[in-house]
């Protein structure tokens, strides 16, 4: 049934009167954002999606539409690269991914599904379960190249809490070679075999924890291990869903 005429003319004054209420709000957003650094305030631009879902750099064609890296940013807000002081990266204590494409670390069957479970790993807006896996310090350390990270956020580690063992995939190994990034081609990296280093697993990490000295013994060999094979320093680390329950190492902002 076509609409009438009448419903035509309240759509459109409906559409005029929510344009009014936010035309205060609407303008060059590069200049605003560019003047609010020369005003020396902070400035803090926040990405989604992994590196391996970027447009130019990831496993196509199971990317996103867009830029995911750092420098993505930049030409997002309409600023300059020389603008950012500092890019911090955020990793997972395990891997996920959402749809299709190569996954070396996942886990399959039950053990991904409990991951799954524990970590809450179902998307916010369409519930849909993501893919679940062992940390891939192969895929991190090509992020760290790609968007030139200074420092890392490591989040979920409590989530590792409830298995009694933890792996993380230190490097690929493809047709005899050991690779310490995926290789470019998406169906290499579907057929290249992780290299694990296996850690014991731990019970309920402190919530009050302040420094990582204050985490049982293996997650704080699992946390500097990660540090020092992705190549930067953590600066935050979260050992529960809340946000008090955050170990701050570092701001990046100082």
């Known amino acids: 049934m076509a609409p009438s005429d009448k ?60 830029s995911t890296i750092a420098a993505g940013a930049c030409q997002s807000a309409g600023i300059g690269p020389t603008q950012i002081d500092a890019v911090v990266g955020i990793t997972k204590a395990y891997a996920t991914r959402v749809g299709e494409g190569p996954f070396p670390t996942e886990i399959p069957g039950e053990a991904g599904d409990r991951l799954r479970t524990a970590g809450g790993e179902f998307g916010a807006t369409t519930g849909r ?66 290299v694990y280093a296996k850690f014991p697993g731990w019970d309920r990490l402190p919530s009050e924890a302040h420094d990582v000295t204050d985490l049982p013994a293996p997650a704080r060999a699992y946390v500097e291990t990660i540090e020092r094979m992705a190549g930067v320093p953590f600066c935050l680390v979260s050992v529960g869903p809340d946000r008090t329950e955050t170990i701050r190492l570092s701001d990046p902002f100082a």
């Open 7 to 66: 419903d035509i003319t309240k759509w459109i004054d409906d559409v005029l009167a929510a344009g009014d209420k936010l035309r205060p709000y609407t303008g060059d957003a590069g200049r605003h954002v560019a003047g609010a650094i020369q005003a020396g305030k902070h400035v803090l631009f926040e990405g989604a999606q992994g590196c391996l879902l970027d447009l130019d750099h990831g496993t196509y064609p199971y990317v996103t539409s867009s």
């Open 129 to 194: 379960p993501r893919r679940c896996g062992w940390l891939d310090l192969p895929a991190l350390r090509m992020g760290v190249r790609l968007s030139g990270m200074s420092s890392l956020a490591l989040t979920k580690l409590d989530v590792l809490g409830a298995l009694g063992e933890v792996s993380v995939c230190v490097a690929y190994k493809l047709d005899g070679k050991e690779l310490d990034e995926p290789p470019t081609d998406p169906e290499d990296i579907a057929r290249a075999e992780p």
